[in-house]
């Protein structure tokens, strides 16, 4: 059964930063596209980033361009997502998952950007 398992969110004030972690197991993980999603309160849930599976390129929706990256440790099973300059809309669950997101998500992570 294959795990995903997110961490490293919080709560930070805007313009404040954090590095989002997923641990995946019982995975081919180094063979395939990885994604960051976000849910946020009373909106769908939403692709935020994806890196192919040699960390040879990347994609960001463009109201994280600049801000985040996404980043992937072949040897480790293990995806980033680095965020800066956080702002109110940023302000979600955030989940790992393949593109598109078949396999059965894990419990997310919060962030919370808040004065």
């Known amino acids: 059964q294959v795990q995903l398992v997110e961490s490293g969110g919080g709560s930070v004030l805007p313009g404040g930063s954090l590095r989002l972690s997923c641990a995946v197991s019982?995975?081919?993980?180094?063979?395939?596209?990885m994604s960051w999603y976000r849910h946020a309160p009373g909106k769908d849930r939403d692709l935020v980033a994806t890196?192919?599976?040699?960390?040879?390129?990347?994609w960001y929706r463009d109201s994280v361009k600049g801000r985040f990256t996404i980043a992937r440790d072949n040897a480790k099973s293990t995806l980033f997502l680095e965020l800066n300059s956080l702002n109110f809309d940023d302000t979600a669950v955030y989940y790992c998952?393949?593109?598109?997101?078949?396999?059965?998500w894990g419990q997310g992570t919060q962030v919370t950007v808040s004065s």
């Open positions: 998952n393949i593109p598109p997101p078949t396999l059965s």
């Open positions: 019982e995975f081919a993980f180094d063979r395939y596209f």
């Open positions: 890196i192919t599976s040699d960390s040879s390129e990347t």
